[in-house]
Each structure stands twice: as C-alpha cells, then as structure tokens.
C-alpha cells in the first residue's frame, strides 16, 4: 500500500516539476524498494532504517522529482525508536538529514523546506520514544499485575496450609492422646475410657465442621452460612476445656478492658495459643499451663506459659512454631518463643490492632 502511494503521489507530483528527471525504470524500482524493505522493519528495525533512508538519498541524488519518497524512511525511523533503538534511529535520522542538505544544496534547497525537514523528522522520533515509552509502561504494569497475582497466590497457599495445620494439629493430637488413654484405661477403669472416647468424638466432630468450612471456601460453592462459628478469643473456653481432657490443667488471664477484635487478629490470637497448647500436651510434658490476654489500646498481646521441659526451636515435631511466627508477622506483630528461666516454655505474640492483612 505504501509502494502504491509513494509511486502514485510522484507521479502526480512529478507533473509540476518540469526540471526534474523524468521518471525512469531505476526511479519506479528505488519507490518501490523502501516500502518493500519495511516487510523487515519488525525483525531487523535499525538496517531497515538504514536501508529506507539510503534508498532516499539515493532516489533524491539522482534528482528525480520530490513526493512521497520520504514516507518508507519516516516508518522505518519510527519503528526503529518504538523498537528501543533509539540512539541508531537518531543517528541514522541525523546522516540521513545531512545527506538531505548536502543534495538539496546542489538541487536548489530553500531554508523553508530545510527546517520543515528537520522539524518532521525530530517529530517522527518523538511520536516513536512516546510509542517505545508507552509499550514499556504497559509491560512494566502487566509484570506488576503477574507479580502481584503471584504473590496474592502465595499468601493464599499459606494461609490455607496454615488453617489446615491448625484445624488438624490440634483436634488430632488431642484425639490421639484420649485415644492412647481409652486404650490404657479401657479394661481397669471403663468410665475414665468412656470420658476420653466422648471427647474423642467431640474433637473429631469440630474437626470435620472445620475442614468442611475451609473446603467449602476453598470450592467457592458454600453459599450458606458456615456451620461452625470463625475461631476468635471468645473461644478460648472450650480450647483450655479441651486441654484440660488431655492431662493439662490450663488457665486464662486477662488484663485491659477485654473487647472486641478485627477479624484477623482475632483468628490469629486464637491459633497461635491453639498451637501452643497444642505443643504443651504433645511435646512438653507439662501438668499446668497459663494463658495470658492482654489488650492494649493499639495491640493485643498473647502469652502461654508451661511447667514442662520445653521444646527446642524448631523441634516441634513440625510447622507449629514457624507457623505462629508467620500468623504474627503477617500481621506486622512480632512472636517470641523459647525457654523460661524459672523452668517452662513460653510463647508470646504481640498483634497491633491495625496490623496488615
């Protein structure tokens, strides 16, 4: 389409250029040849751009008559400075703009034409730097965009694997140790028996509601409301009860006006002492334990102590404690566990009521 234009406009315009080299078969070839060397420009943009604005000077060198030669240079010259190459285009653009002069000099060249030239040429650059600016900015945002869904996804994973861990650490190592109990007092003490296996099946039961509710959101198909009410501090209740079948007498303290909290502190407030008491029966071999609630007016601060031997960092028999420091940072609070010097474990969290989510 550009070959037709070029060809057609200078011919038309060739009709008002008496002085001009009559059109010749070389004159048809080189109108041709710069649009044709455009079918490249994607691929090899800057010997494209050489190549059109040489096949000019040469078309204007040989003096045949002005029009639209110059079209196949300025696409060349523009997708060239779109491609990124903008120092070859301005070069090329710079030699190609003295070669101009130096022929419209011996040709006639007014300074008029002279100063449009160069102003049509500097605004072809222009238009492609806006171009290479605006392209890069859309790669820029969709990068950002994937980089941002990846992590969104991330965050996701871990947040359901800890759910997961947390809804099952507990309730399974509570059902385990009351299942070790009615086996060892099944024949001596049938009614002791009996209480571990109601609170076998109890545990169970919260267990499957639990999993349930965290399927149901993870298939997006509940469309009623959860069975089981969101874990908060106002559950704590039933978790210390629940703790207390399994051999650890645990108690709750308060400190500050106890009020409501947001949804994710509070979730996270539960989980952590859930884990830690968690660890207490799995793994300290504590008879005692002490959980502590503080609140403050800009954070929530939760603390467990035990009487037992303590767990090493990192030797919870898995993700429990990482899993606490993550639910803290998460948040922006900070989490400290470790021996006490009076003999125990403890476990303390510091939640800011307006942490991140």
């Not at 034409?113 to 072809?124: F, I, K, S």
């Not at 790669?139 to 990846?150: G, L, N």
Request: proline letters at 4%.
């Amino acid at each position: 389409m550009l070959a037709a234009v070029q060809i057609i406009g200078t011919q038309v315009g060739a009709a008002e250029q008496a002085g001009a080299r009559p059109l010749d078969a070389l004159a048809y070839a080189l109108l041709a040849a710069g649009p044709l060397a455009l079918l490249g420009r994607r691929r090899y943009p800057v010997p494209v751009a050489v190549a059109t604005v040489a096949i000019t000077l040469g078309y204007l060198a040989l003096g045949y008559p002005n029009g639209p030669v110059v079209f196949s240079s300025a696409v060349a010259l523009f997708s060239a400075a779109a491609a990124g190459h903008r120092y070859p285009a301005w070069i090329t653009a710079s030699l190609g703009y003295a070669g101009y002069v130096l022929i419209g000099v011996r040709h006639g060249l007014d300074l008029t034409n002279a100063v449009g030239t160069a102003a049509w040429l500097c605004l072809v650059l222009v238009v492609g730097e806006v171009a290479r600016g605006r392209r890069e900015w859309i790669e820029t945002a969709r990068h950002a965009r994937t980089e941002a869904s990846r992590r969104r996804v991330s965050d996701e994973r871990l947040e359901i694997a800890r759910e997961l861990h947390d809804v099952i650490a507990h309730n399974i190592s509570l059902i385990n140790v009351q299942a070790g109990v009615a086996l060892h007092l099944m024949d001596e003490q049938p009614a002791q028996a009996r209480s571990a296996l109601t609170t076998i099946k109890q545990a169970s039961k919260e267990t499957l509601q639990e999993l349930r509710a965290t399927l149901g959101v993870l298939r997006r198909v509940d469309e009623e409301a959860p069975r089981a009410p969101t874990p908060g501090l106002n559950r704590l209740d039933a978790l210390v009860e629940r703790v207390g079948t399994a051999g650890v007498a645990a108690t709750i303290e308060v400190a500050g006006d106890r009020r409501p909290l947001p949804a994710a502190v509070d979730v996270a407030a539960y989980r952590i002492v859930q884990e830690a008491l968690t660890n207490v029966y799995r793994h300290s071999g504590a008879s005692t334990a002490t959980v502590r609630i503080e609140y403050g007016d800009r954070e929530v601060t939760v603390q467990v102590d035990d009487d037992g031997r303590g767990v090493p960092l990192g030797d919870d028999g898995g993700n429990g404690i990482r899993g606490m420091h993550e639910r803290a940072t998460a948040l922006g609070g900070t989490l400290t566990a470790g021996p006490r010097q009076e003999g125990g474990f403890r476990v303390r969290a510091r939640l800011p009521l307006d942490g991140r989510t």
